[in-house]
Nanobody, 115 residues
Framework: QVQIVESGGGLVQPGGSLRLSCVAS????????MGWYRQTPGKQRELVAR????????DYGDSVKGRFTISRNNARNTVYLQMNSLKPEDTAVYYC????????WGQGTQVTVSS
């Protein structure tokens, strides 16, 4: 059974930084494309960053390009999202998952950007 656990969210001022972590178990992690999503009330969950199985290829949504960096450590079954220059519109619950499989969602981690 696949389990996904996200952590690292919190309250941060505009312009600040946060690093999110996601640990996944029950899958062949090193062979799986992983992604970070976010969701705000009343809106659909959106994919904001994606990383290839080996970690060499990444791509980002336009709203986060140049500010967020996705990375992974396959030895630790962990994917990260470094978020810099945070804006109030980045406020959301952040989730990770495998875009091509979409396993059961974890509980997510709340990110709030506010002064």
């Amino acid at each position: 059974q696949v389990q996904i656990v996200e952590s690292g969210g919190g309250l941060v001022q505009p312009g600040g930084s946060l690093r999110l972590s996601c640990v996944a178990s029950g899958m062949i992690f090193r062979g799986t494309v992983m992604g970070w999503y976010r969701q705000t009330p009343g809106k659909q969950r959106e994919l904001v960053a994606r990383i290839s199985a080996g970690g060499r290829t990444t791509d980002y949504g336009d709203s986060v390009k140049g500010r967020f960096t996705i990375s992974r450590n396959n030895a630790r079954n962990t994917v990260y999202l470094q978020m810099n220059s945070l804006k109030p519109e980045d406020t959301a619950v952040y989730y990770c998952n495998a875009p091509t499989q979409l396993y059961n969602w974890g509980q997510g981690t709340q990110v709030t950007v506010s002064s």
